[in-house]
């Protein structure tokens, strides 16, 4: 017996009421799959064998039917029947077009004959309306007529059909009948008008009672061929109008089957041709040619074109409200997608749309069925390698293995439904849409019966997810732990195990939590050994636990060992990865390992992208950095997105310090109370952290309110901060004080508040509390404390006792920062906050004392900290002789160490020179500005004057507050108006302002020297010192001294050195010059100005200058890093901007558009294209600048004594603690031994004539400061304007000579 045949029996054994749905749904699908492809197409097939039944039964043949009861001949008596039906049905092709010829011919003719003998029927006995023949198999009858050119036959039989098709109301019938019989009137001049009404009455049957839900099949060689028929019968009756509506509709077939047959002819071009004129036909049928096209660009391997085809398929589909080809072309996307494109995402979202349109298909259950198992599948597939990184092949070879040639029974439509509905629940709950996740989670498993195990396991684990992150850990508790009796094999059951630990350990029982994952490793050591993934999982439960047990050590060590396995076997996509490294980061900087945490952030962006969890810590990274305004816009953009209250109270924590940072307390204390409301639980730990939080910021504002002389404000600010700071510690101590850190931080920061409200014992009773709780390892926090005890026992007058503790501190904070090794943003925000308060407080308390020595050390210990750091081991490198001489960690620790090298410096500066050095508290801006006037003495001695000007004195002055009420407003006024043209006046009276307060207070020392060399700090280091104007005389300062500008005393030191290093290895030295580059990079306009300043110092130094498109940034590198070269001059265009913030030389661009166009070759996509453009465009922007960060990167450092940077804004940069980071600090670091740098942007013609001025003193055996002062006071003679001279600043060692002529 055939397996037809076994359909046969299948179907018929299906009427009983003992076969379950599941059989029933089988044998259907058993049908469908095994028939000719066309058969079913325009019928359905069940209808088909129950012709066999009523065939049967009206010759009484089939007595046990309707009793269920069957004898063996009479099984074999139909499947005998079957076979002959299933010959017939498979012999004819459908439709039929005309009389078939040749082989076809005599192959219908014995089908036909063989059916009439087996089944006793006739072609003609089929045309009577009393027939009991199925009406599919009169269909295939007419059909076979057609074939035979038995026309008249065949428009009876079909006549026939209509009539017993309409008693029957099947409508299906009706307009396949219609349709045909007026397709074959139509060529009868005489019958044109039946034929019209025939094929006019069937479209409007079909439009008006089958919809647009057709299948495909039907729609096309039907309801599609019949309008063409339509039309082109109006058009032979001239009707053209109607005709053109209806032939249009009818090119859709035909472009749609010549397209197919080119396709598989492998004519692509031909087949994409059709393909797309069925597209442009329109009319609602256009996802006809979409699906062509996704099938030719699958053909040429184009699978992206494919994926686009289809999805384009199924929204047209989509529209026409066709839900089975919708899903069709949906899930075909999704395949493609996911297993030709890697697309994942983009997989899940068509699968999931897919099974979306499966479930709104109406009236047909097969085609349902099918839609809702395919997509399935290829979701859940989708979903697992989304979760674990699967490849694709695997375990889709995986699938095809475990089924083998067994039948296999398919799940029942509710199982179906029910698994669908559990996919769909499980993609929106990764999307974070709870609410309608746990629906349609809920949905899918009511509809789930009890033996679907492995369903109701996964869709369960789904809804715990789910629960938990709805901070419903005991509800997610009962659905993990009912995960654990469903679980289909040990490796589930282990898996569930640990989600039952971690939802312990949400509820806080972090022991017994710690205990469970302890069983889970005992009981199952053999499979955790084997299976890496669980291996993860435990390690990460494991290593969370530890570390909120206070174990961090052990925490760290874990989770390092998960990590890495995870990246050993390249998992960069599996979410664990984001969490391993989101713990680890809060290991690293609890134990104070800021360089490994900062650089765990930045590794895990540039593999892995934004992820959210990845987006909150590298915000945390960017406010520990000091990027605040960074740090707010991206928190403030996860926030937006986040839907997870444990992430939005993070997110909201981590933007309250940011605007904390800024100085914007009333933001600060918003985004805290936020983050509280976002808390289940008023009295858990993170509340907590809320309250301490909450408590600073009370305190930060009763201090401001103090300074500004408002006690009882203040006093009331004090109070709510320490309310807040006791309903934390009350919220610790009821949880066992297991969070030691948070506590030690509410301690202390009791000991502030109350030693601002002066309970000075008070104070020192917290904090011995504090330090009872601090861990002799953790660095960070007891210097904290002993800061704040260092400023009680100074406000008690003990100020040895403070010197000693703060002296501690300074150097606790000192060995944590060496820790952050080459994160330069790192030290910087390390030296924003303890570092650089106590650095001041120590030269505060020094000064005092009237030890100045003292209080300079420590000024210079706060500034250029990683410069030294990093300098250090080059100047090993080069200088073996003296390695301890900048040593950083010599010059913190040792005073007379730290106090010999300033004597070194001052006295190669000479008798002639003075240092000027200022130190003020940027946090206060109106706190004292610190003046150190250094020079040396008789026997290499140095002195130290000291100056201590109140600033808010010094402000309270109407006419010293006419340019701003701070140091900080009135230097940003002072280089506006000097920048403007006809504002001269208004310029000196700034630049007047300034020369009273940083010089004046100090002339009396100044004044003897000829030579004066200012070390500022902060912004004071964007002022141009030579511009100072005293009123009084009518002098600039460069009119009555040399000025030199330097970092600090020690970075003069460095200079030095490098000076001396250049004279004594260059035997042969040589110049470089370099300006105008053609064309200019970024778009930027041509230097005229610069090329002839370039060509004019070139032939003073005795060299052809690099101009033009010869000065391209590898030849400028190249000499910046040529031992031999002593003088490098790049004469161009300089920028700051937030692309370049150290700022930047433009160097040698191209035609852009062009180079632009000519990257977007082979980018098809448009998605895809505008990412690789961006990505290109700023490869193609990188190499028309050279940045500060490049220049201080070069492998072979700088070998040049001087460097010229005669552009714009070459002096300018980022202030920060460490000092002005810029253009100017980059070439120092990278060791030039002075730098000639700009303040502001500069003019052309102007800076031609001063640098050309520059190098003619050079030239008479001046030093660097002299040549620049000669030069300025050309222009100040001839007229110039400030603007024109005053920005020019010789960085560096004042006293570098070069002796053009003679060397040239």
């Known amino acids: 017996m055939g397996w037809r045949s076994c359909w046969f029996i299948l179907v018929w054994k299906a009427q009983s009421p003992e076969l379950d749905e599941r059989a029933r749904y089988w044998a259907l699908d058993f049908g469908w799959r095994s028939n000719h492809p066309g058969n079913s197409k325009l019928l359905p097939l069940e209808p088909s064998v129950f012709a066999c039944f009523g065939t049967l039964e009206s010759r009484g043949e089939l007595p046990g039917l309707s009793s269920g009861e069957t004898s ?78 038995r026309v008249s036959d065949a428009i009876l039989l079909f006549e026939s059909m209509q009539e017993r098709a309409a008693s029957q109301e099947n409508v299906r019938v009706q307009v396949l009948a219609l349709i045909e019989r007026g397709i074959l009137l139509r060529p009868c001049v005489e019958e044109l008008e039946s034929a019209k009404a025939d094929l006019e009455a069937g479209l409007r049957l079909a439009q008006d009672h089958l919809g647009d839900d057709l299948d495909e099949f039907f729609q096309l060689n039907i309801v599609e061929r019949g309008k063409f ?125 897919s099974l979306k349109a499966a479930l709104r298909i109406q009236g047909d259950l097969q085609l349902q069925a099918r839609r809702l198992a395919s997509a399935n599948i290829w979701l859940l597939t989708c979903l697992l390698v989304q979760q674990h990184g699967r490849v694709i092949s695997e375990f889709v070879c995986e699938r095809i293995q475990d089924a083998g040639d067994q039948m296999v ?62 901070s419903e850990h005991d509800k997610a508790l009962e659905r993990f732990e009912l995960c654990t009796a469903l679980a289909p094999t040990e490796r589930d059951k282990v898996s569930s195990h640990i989600r039952c630990c971690l939802e312990v350990k949400s509820c806080l029982d972090v022991v017994r939590a710690f205990e469970m994952f302890g069983r889970i490793q005992a009981e199952h050591a053999a499979l955790l050994e084997t299976d890496w993934d669980l291996r993860v999982d435990v390690m990460l439960g494991v290593g969370q636990c530890l570390f909120a047990l206070g174990n961090n050590v052990q925490a760290q060590a874990t989770l390092e060992t998960a990590k890495e396995t995870l990246e050993a076997r390249e998992r960069l996509a599996d979410t664990r990865l984001g969490a391993l490294y989101s713990m680890l980061f809060l290991c690293y900087v609890q134990s104070n390992r800021f360089s490994a945490a900062f650089e765990l952030a930045s590794r895990f962006q540039s593999k892995c992208g934004e992820y959210a969890y990845l987006m909150l810590y590298h915000g945390v990274a960017n406010r520990l950095l000091g990027d605040n305004e960074a740090s707010v816009k991206k928190l403030t953009d996860l926030l937006e997105a986040s839907k997870d209250w444990t992430l939005r109270y993070s997110t909201l924590s981590s933007l309250a310090y940011a605007y904390r ?88 920061g009791e000991a502030v508040v109350h030693f601002h409200m002066k309970n000075y014992s008070v104070a020192m009773l917290k904090l011995d509390s504090a330090t009872s709780l601090v861990s002799s390892d953790d660095a960070l926090l007891m210097g904290k404390i002993k800061r704040i005890r260092a400023s009680i026992l100074a406000a008690e007058g003990r100020m040895e006792e403070s010197a000693s503790e703060a002296r501690e501190a300074a150097l606790l904070f000192a060995d944590v920062q060496m820790k952050l090794q080459n994160m330069e943003s790192a030290w910087v925000t390390l030296l924003d906050d303890d570092m650089k308060h106590i650095y001041y407080f120590m030269q505060k308390i020094s000064s005092e004392a009237n030890s100045f020595v003292d209080a300079l050390l420590w000024a210079e210990r706060s500034r250029m900290r990683l410069y030294f750091h990093l300098a250090d081991q080059a100047l090993r490198n080069s200088t073996p002789a003296s390695p301890k001489l900048l040593d950083p960690l010599a010059f913190d620790k040792d005073d007379h160490h730290a106090a010999s090298c300033i004597k070194e410096a001052v006295a190669r500066a000479g008798c002639n020179s003075v240092v000027v050095e200022y130190a003020f508290s940027a946090n206060h801006p109106l706190s004292s500005l610190l003046i150190y006037v250094v020079h040396s003495t008789v026997g290499e001695d140095f002195t130290v004057r000291f100056k201590r000007v109140r600033l808010q004195e010094f402000f309270a002055s109407k006419e010293n507050k006419v340019m701003g009420g701070n140091l900080d407003a009135l230097i940003r006024k002072a280089r506006t108006v000097i920048q403007r043209e006809s504002h001269e006046a208004e310029a000196k009276v700034a630049l007047g302002i300034l020369y009273k307060l940083t010089v004046l207070p100090v002339w009396e020392h100044i004044e003897p020297h000829d030579t004066v060399i200012f070390a500022p700090q902060g912004t004071m280091s964007l002022v141009p010192f030579a511009a100072l104007y005293d009123g009084s005389e009518g002098q600039f300062l460069v009119e009555k001294k040399n000025v030199g500008v330097i970092p600090s005393i020690r970075a003069l030191r460095r200079c030095q050195l490098h000076q001396d290093h250049h004279h004594d290895h260059i035997d042969e030295p040589s110049f470089f010059v370099a ?73 040698q661009g191209q035609n852009q558009q062009q180079g632009f166009n000519e990257l977007t070759v082979g980018v098809t996509s448009s998605l895809r294209r505008e990412v690789d453009l961006a990505l290109k465009q700023q490869a193609v922007l990188h190499d028309q600048v050279l940045t500060a960060k490049e220049i201080e990167r070069l492998e072979k450092g700088i070998a040049a004594r001087l460097v010229v940077l005669s552009a714009c804004q070459t002096g300018d940069g980022v202030v920060t603690s460490e000092g002005l980071l810029g253009l100017g600090r980059a070439v120092l670091q990278a060791g030039a031994a002075c730098v000639l740098v700009t303040l502001w942007k500069v003019d052309d013609a102007a800076t031609l004539q001063l640098m050309t001025g520059v190098f003619e003193e050079l030239n008479k055996q001046h030093t660097i400061v002299e040549a620049v002062r000669f030069s300025m006071l050309k222009l100040i003679d001839s007229g110039k304007p400030i603007r024109f001279w005053a920005p020019l600043v010789a960085l560096g060692s004042p006293t570098l000579r070069i002796s053009l002529a003679e060397e040239a």
């Open 72 to 149: 063996s001949s009479e099984l074999n008596r139909a499947s005998t029947i079957m076979e002959a039906i299933d010959h017939f049905l498979s012999v004819i092709p459908l439709p039929a077009y005309g009389p078939a010829t040749g082989q076809l011919k005599l192959e219908i003719e014995s089908a036909v004959q063989r059916l009439e003998e087996e089944c006793g029927v006739s072609l003609c006995s089929c045309s009577s309306s009393s027939s009991k023949i199925d009406l599919s198999i009169c269909a295939n009858m007419a059909y076979a007529m057609v074939h035979l050119d």
């Open 229 to 353: 028929e339509l039309g082109w019968l109006l058009f032979d009756k001239g009707e053209f109008g109607s005709a053109v509506e209806y032939l249009k509709a009818g090119l859709a077939p035909v472009h749609s089957f010549l397209g197919d047959a080119y396709r598989r002819l492998g004519e692509l071009d031909l087949a994409l041709e059709h393909a797309n004129g069925c597209v442009s036909l329109g009319g609602g049928r256009q996802f006809n040619g979409y699906k062509l096209l996704g099938f030719v660009y699958m053909d040429r391997k184009e699978y992206k074109q494919a994926v686009e085809s289809f999805r384009e398929m199924a929204l047209a589909a989509g529209e026409a409200e066709i839900f089975g080809v919708a899903s069709f072309g949906w899930w075909a996307a999704g395949c493609l997608a996911v297993e030709h494109c890697s697309d994942c995402d983009q997989a899940v979202d068509c699968l999931v749309w």
């Open 409 to 470: 029974v398919p799940p029942s439509m509710q199982v179906l439904k029910g698994e669908a509905y559990g996919l769909l629940g499980v993609v929106m709950l990764s999307r974070g849409s709870l609410d309608d996740a746990y629906e349609h989670l809920d949905r899918g498993i009511s509809l789930l019966p009890g033996d679907e195990t492995k369903l109701l396991f996964r869709f369960h684990r789904a809804m715990g997810l789910l629960l938990s992150r709805r």
């Open 661 to 748: 940072k800024m100085g914007d307390l009333d933001s600060a204390l918003e985004k805290f109370d936020q983050a509280l409301e976002e808390i289940p639980d008023n009295i858990s730990i993170h509340a907590a952290q809320v309250y301490i939080n909450r408590a600073g910021l009370f305190n930060d504002r009763g201090a401001e309110q103090q300074r500004k002389g408002k006690p009882v404000p203040a006093m009331a600010s004090y109070e709510k901060a320490l309310a807040e700071y006791d309903r934390a510690v009350q919220i610790m101590r009821r949880f066992g004080e297991w969070n030691l850190q948070d506590l030690v931080r509410a301690y202390a």
């Open 1075 to 1147: 300006g105008d580059p053609e064309p200019m990079g970024l778009d930027q306009p041509q230097l005229p100005g610069a090329r002839k300043e370039a060509e004019e110092i070139a032939k003073q130094l005795g060299v052809d200058a690099l101009v033009g498109a010869a000065m391209t940034k590898s030849s400028v590198m190249q000499a910046l890093s040529n031992a031999s070269v002593r003088v490098a001059v790049l004469a161009t265009h300089g920028l700051v901007s937030p692309a370049y913030p150290h700022g930047a030389l433009v160097m």
